[in-house]
């Protein structure tokens, strides 16, 4: 199985601030790479795909980098509706894997 | 709008059956492969199950392989997941899911329903 790992677990800024999460993948997956922004007692909701895709009707703000193993999630300029969870998710091969999650609070 | 309606959650004992279901509205369901995707209290987010538009492929997380059978139902725009064999690490919010037409991505989920394992 191909394992996911984020960081930071907890991210602590404000608003305005720039924002990078990273994930890693166990092997290379290519570009097969998702990120979710979920938010309590919510479902999860797409924000990119194909590793940089951006999904249509997300904020310009959000992007997405990298290929192979190293991906990033960036949010340019945190708002306040930004503060969430964030997942990313490998869909190169089965079993699909997740990272175990990134929470941004508000600092 | 699409729309993903899952149902079915509730409390039940361990070893215990249930059956989850999800109603699918706003797109043609048949055109798509579905998902379940789990979420334990308080963590991250699990893949559980996926199948193909005409039911001819699915695929397991292996912790649910041989208790667990996802299904559809085309004509009533319809996915299920027979759960068995149910354990207290099977408690979670169980989300339906869609897959994007021409990657695999899931690109739109419903609202989830509780799942509660518990003697």
């Known amino acids: 199985d191909i394992q996911m790992t984020q960081s930071p677990s907890t991210l602590s800024a404000s608003v305005g601030d720039r924002v990078t999460i990273t994930c890693r993948a166990s092997?290379?997956?290519?570009?097969?790479l998702a990120w979710y922004q979920q938010k309590p007692g919510k479902a999860p909701k797409l924000l990119i795909y194909?590793?940089?895709s951006l999904e249509s009707g997300v904020p310009s703000r959000f992007s997405g980098s990298g290929s192979g193993t190293e991906f990033t999630l960036t949010i340019s300029s945190l708002q306040p509706d930004d503060f969430a969870t964030y997942y990313c998710?490998?869909?190169?091969?089965?079993?699909?894997?997740f990272g175990q999650g990134t929470k941004v609070e508000i600092k | 709008e699409v729309q993903l309606v899952e149902s079915g959650g509730g409390l039940v004992q361990p070893g215990e059956s249930l059956r989850l279901s999800c109603a699918a509205s706003?797109?043609?369901?048949?055109?798509?492969?579905t998902s379940w995707v789990r979420q334990a209290p308080g963590k991250g987010l699990e893949w559980v199950a996926n199948?193909?538009?005409?039911?001819?492929?699915?695929y397991y997380v292996d912790s649910v392989k041989g208790r667990f059978t996802i299904s559809r139902d085309n004509a009533k725009n319809s996915l299920y997941l027979q759960m068995n064999s149910l354990r207290a690490e099977d408690t979670a919010v169980y989300y339906c899911?869609?897959?994007?037409?021409?990657?695999?991505?899931?690109?739109?989920w419903g609202q989830g329903t509780l799942v509660t394992v518990s003697s």
């Open positions: 199948i193909k538009q005409d039911g001819s492929q699915k």
């Open positions: 194909k590793a940089s």
């Open positions: 706003g797109f043609t369901f048949s055109d798509y492969w």
């Open positions: 998710q490998q869909y190169a091969s089965y079993p699909w894997t």
């Open positions: 092997q290379s997956i290519s570009s097969w």
């Open positions: 899911a869609r897959v994007h037409s021409s990657d695999g991505f899931v690109d739109f």
